[in-house]
């Protein structure tokens, strides 16, 4: 009997987690969790994403309509961009990112959504930038270029710091003049190298949500940073050409001239129709939001009601926040007055 357990197990779980490939596009999100079309349980399974080039832009997995399982992009060269994990939705487990040369960018741990433990950074020729450590999403302490140490209260504040030269010898840290030799070959020992970098002040990261990527690039640019990667996906609940996601988030600390990633949502799924709250609103300002929504009024009922300003929307026939797959007439009741004056409306007949 056992030799057949590992069998059943097999079978159990093909349906209990199905195997299906899906591009990523063509999920529709209803109140946060993502399903395939006409589709009534949310959606387990891989999903895939293209450039327009062909090259393959992402692999990732869901499980039960959240992120779930190790995910990959790749820039439109077909370099590897960046790797992570989801844990239920959250960022968990080592993150890490490559610049175009294939020199690693950034390599950081997650726990249940929030940093845990060492985020370093590197220059694109592969020598360190900084170190910061996390504890329970709280920066602990960073170094620069190995010669500043920072350490911080779990609220945030700069409680101390220490500076080196290149001889070891501490030293105030605002004694420290380095300058940069732009010219200065990489191939050059570490201790040589690092003397040849430039400690840049940190700037605070702003918050990039909801603004055009043109807006983002300008305030990126007077914050002294760039847009680094540029990812695109359908998002109901930001407009078309919005940034929906950035890594990293607003408010966290970053040496000036490093890249942020960011995310612009591409509007509504070509089948996506998510019904609005009409009711209490007047007829025509509910016609527009449907209008909106690319759906259209359908009958209109009416309901005699003394107490409300003639023409409210009382009920509508598909509740708010339903997800549709098409374009559907949306039935109403409005209130009026007097059921009378709608009798008057028609003319008499002989």
Same mark, same amino acid.
């Given at each position: 009997?056992?030799?057949?357990?590992?069998?059943?197990?097999?079978?159990?779980?093909?349906q209990l987690y199905p195997q299906s490939k899906m591009d990523i596009n063509n999920l529709i999100d209803r109140g946060g969790l993502l399903y395939a079309p006409n589709k009534?349980?949310?959606?387990?399974?891989?999903?895939?994403?293209?450039?327009?080039?062909?090259?393959?832009?992402?692999?990732?997995?869901?499980?039960?309509?959240?992120?779930?399982?190790?995910?990959?992009?790749?820039?439109?060269?077909?370099?590897?961009?960046? *790797?992570?994990?989801?844990?239920?939705?959250?960022?968990?487990?080592?993150?890490?990112?490559?610049?175009?040369?294939?020199?690693?960018?950034?390599?950081?741990?997650?726990?249940?959504?929030?940093?845990?433990?060492?985020? #370093?950074?590197?220059?694109?020729?592969?020598?360190?930038?900084?170190?910061? #450590?996390?504890?329970?999403?709280?920066?602990?302490?960073?170094?620069?270029?190995?010669?500043?140490?920072?350490?911080?209260?779990?609220?945030?504040?700069?409680?101390?710091?220490?500076?080196?030269?290149?001889?070891?010898?501490?030293?105030?840290?605002?004694?420290? *003049?380095?300058?940069?030799?732009?010219?200065?070959?990489?191939?050059?020992?570490?201790?040589?190298?690092?003397?040849?970098?430039?400690?840049?002040?940190?700037?605070?990261?702003?918050?990039?949500?909801?603004?055009?990527?043109?807006?983002?690039?300008?305030?990126?640019?007077q914050a002294g940073l760039l847009i680094d990667t540029v990812y695109t996906e359908y998002n109901p609940e930001y407009p078309k050409g919005t940034i929906s996601w950035q890594?990293?988030?607003?408010?966290? %600390?970053?040496?000036?001239?490093?890249? %942020?990633?960011? *995310?612009?949502?591409?509007?509504?799924?070509?089948?996506?129709?998510?019904?609005?709250?009409?009711?209490?609103?007047?007829?025509?300002?509910?016609?527009?939001?449907?209008?909106?929504?690319?759906?259209?009024?359908?009958? %209109?009922?009416?309901?005699?009601?003394?107490?409300?300003?003639?023409?409210?929307?009382?009920?509508?026939?598909?509740?708010?926040?339903?997800?549709?797959?098409?374009?559907?007439?949306?039935?109403?009741?409005?209130?009026?007055?007097?059921?009378?004056?709608?009798?008057?409306?028609?003319?008499?007949?002989?």
């Amino acid at each position: 009997m056992k030799r057949y357990i590992p069998l059943l197990a097999l079978l159990l779980a093909s349906q209990l987690y199905p195997q299906s490939k899906m591009d990523i596009n063509n999920l529709i999100d209803r109140g946060g969790l993502l399903y395939a079309p006409n589709k009534e349980k949310p959606f387990s399974g891989s999903v895939f994403d293209l450039y327009d080039n062909g090259q393959k832009k992402l692999n990732g997995r869901y499980r039960n309509g959240i992120k779930n399982g190790k995910w990959k992009w790749w820039n439109e060269d077909g370099g590897l961009d960046s *790797t992570g994990s989801y844990k239920k939705g959250l960022m968990h487990g080592k993150w890490t990112s490559w610049y175009k040369n294939g020199i690693k960018s950034t390599e950081q741990t997650w726990k249940n959504g929030v940093e845990e433990g060492l985020f #370093t950074r590197w220059y694109e020729n592969g020598l360190q930038a900084s170190e910061k #450590t996390y504890k329970g999403g709280y920066l602990i302490s960073q170094s620069i270029n190995g010669n500043r140490w920072s350490f911080f209260s779990s609220d945030g504040k700069l409680i101390d710091e220490k500076c080196w030269d290149l001889d070891g010898n501490e030293i105030e840290c605002s004694s420290i *003049t380095a300058s940069v030799d732009v010219s200065g070959d990489v191939t050059l020992d570490f201790s040589l190298a690092v003397s040849a970098v430039e400690l840049e002040p940190l700037v605070n990261i702003p918050n990039l949500i909801g603004q055009s990527l043109r807006s983002a690039e300008l305030i990126l640019q007077q914050a002294g940073l760039l847009i680094d990667t540029v990812y695109t996906e359908y998002n109901p609940e930001y407009p078309k050409g919005t940034i929906s996601w950035q890594y990293p988030k607003a408010n966290e %600390i970053m040496k000036k001239g490093f890249g %942020i990633q960011v *995310t612009v949502s591409k509007g509504l799924p070509p089948d996506f129709y998510q019904v609005p709250n009409v009711i209490g609103l007047g007829l025509n300002k509910a016609k527009e939001y449907l209008v909106k929504a690319r759906l259209k009024v359908g009958k %209109i009922s009416y309901h005699e009601d003394q107490d409300l300003i003639p023409y409210t929307v009382l009920d509508q026939s598909i509740s708010e926040g339903t997800v549709l797959d098409r374009a559907m007439n949306i039935d109403l009741v409005v209130s009026i007055l007097d059921l009378q004056d709608i009798f008057n409306q028609f003319p008499n007949k002989p």
